[in-house]
């Protein structure tokens, strides 16, 4: 009896083997299957990936003949441009020039007046503090000079 058992117990563990068997070759088969999908998607991803990139490429280039021929065919223009600007800056700089150099002239015109207008106020003062004498200086026309008093500091 017991080895009637026994026998049933191998035939029972060989039939578990078997099933299980076929269980994984069958979980096998469905990742070799997804393995293969995959695989064949990356390759047409990297088919696509390479004929994007060949467009781009032929984009850049065309678009860089494009900005070249553009700079070619402007440079002149731009030339013309840059010198009319460049004239236009002279002709304020030659102008700001004159003016400052006329705010010059003017000023020493002014000095003038004003060191005139000092010398005749200095010697209206100077006759009005000494009455009606006027000294020798002023009538020599040379430059008086007044005295300040203590209480005008």
Same mark, same amino acid.
């Given at each position: 009896i017991h080895n009637m058992s026994l026998a049933t117990e191998m035939n029972?563990?060989?039939g578990n083997i078997l099933a299980t068997r076929d269980t994984r070759k069958k979980a096998l088969? @469905?990742?070799?299957?997804?393995?293969?999908? %995959?695989l064949s998607d990356a390759k047409a &991803? !990297?088919?696509d990936y390479k004929?994007?990139?060949g467009k781009r490429k032929d984009d850049v280039v065309e678009r860089a003949k494009?900005?070249?021929e553009f700079l070619k065919s402007s440079t002149k223009g731009r030339m013309d441009d840059f010198k009319t600007m460049m004239k236009a800056i002279e002709g304020?700089?030659? @102008?700001?020039?004159?003016?400052?150099?006329? %705010?010059?002239?003017?000023?020493k015109k &002014? !000095?003038?007046h004003y060191h005139e207008d000092r010398m005749e106020a200095a010697k209206s003062w100077a006759s009005l503090s000494k009455g009606s004498k006027i000294s020798h200086k002023e009538?020599?026309?040379?430059?008086?000079k007044i005295k300040k008093s203590k209480k005008q500091d």
């Open positions: 029972a563990t060989v088969h @469905g990742v070799r299957t997804d393995t293969k999908q %995959i &991803m !990297m088919q004929k994007e990139g494009d900005i070249k304020d700089l030659k @102008g700001i020039k004159d003016s400052v150099s006329d %705010i010059g002239t003017i000023t &002014m !000095m003038s009538e020599a026309g040379e430059d008086v």
